[in-house]
């Protein structure tokens, strides 16, 4: 099954303040960090054992989905094949099977990707808040004003020291926290992060 990409990650407002607003006349300068949060959250162990475990979950349904899909394809084929040979009365019938295994195709699409995004979310939601607390506490220890997540579409960094970017830091320090039991590790993990299933559509069409 392939998985696109996961869409929208989470608000990360407390952490969204730029260093420039908050520093003030006399005041010493602001100490921060920066991470990428939306990489970070695909990229831990835990997000990757959790997509292959989607996979699995919903596999049969995917299955079902292109099972229609080449039920509908056949009809399409005999249908253009028959165009001077089949009678009136078969070429309707042949166009009223089409049509309800169509039906059936978008409604199970659509339920498939209506429960693929709500478990997504979940997981995203559910990595997200767990790494918050590990960012906050990471600010803490390392006497820090705030971390600025370049993810956010809020946050206009342009350029940045890569001595100042911390997300492969806070994926290390999610790690070692959350660790992942072996057998969960031991499914395939994609590269990508999870979403909806990529399904053709009816017909051929991509």
Do not use: H
């Amino acid at each position: 099954m392939k998985i696109r990409a996961i869409l929208p990650f989470m608000a990360l407002a407390a952490f969204s303040f730029a260093p420039a607003a908050m520093a003030q006349a006399g005041a010493p300068p602001t100490k921060f960090k920066v991470m990428d949060m939306r990489t970070a959250i695909i990229a831990t162990a835990e997000a990757k054992a959790d997509v292959a475990q989607l996979q699995s979950q919903f596999a049969p349904q995917q299955a079902q989905l292109e099972s229609l899909n080449k039920q509908i394809d056949d009809l399409a084929r005999k249908l253009q094949a028959g165009t001077n040979t089949l009678s009136d009365e078969e070429k309707a019938r042949l166009t009223r099977q089409g049509q309800m295994l169509q039906s059936q195709y978008k409604r199970a699409s659509d339920q498939l990707e209506e429960q693929s995004n709500a478990a997504q979310q979940d997981m995203v939601d559910g990595i997200g808040r767990k790494m918050m607390d590990i960012v906050d506490n990471y600010r803490k220890e390392n006497g820090l004003d705030c971390v600025l997540n370049t993810s956010s579409d809020s946050i206009g960094i342009l350029s940045k020291s890569v001595e100042l970017d911390i997300t492969q830091e806070i994926i290390k320090l999610y790690d070692q926290k959350y660790p992942v039991k072996a057998a969960t590790t031991a499914a395939p993990k994609p590269a990508t992060p999870p979403a909806s299933p990529a399904v053709k559509k009816p017909g051929g069409e991509k």
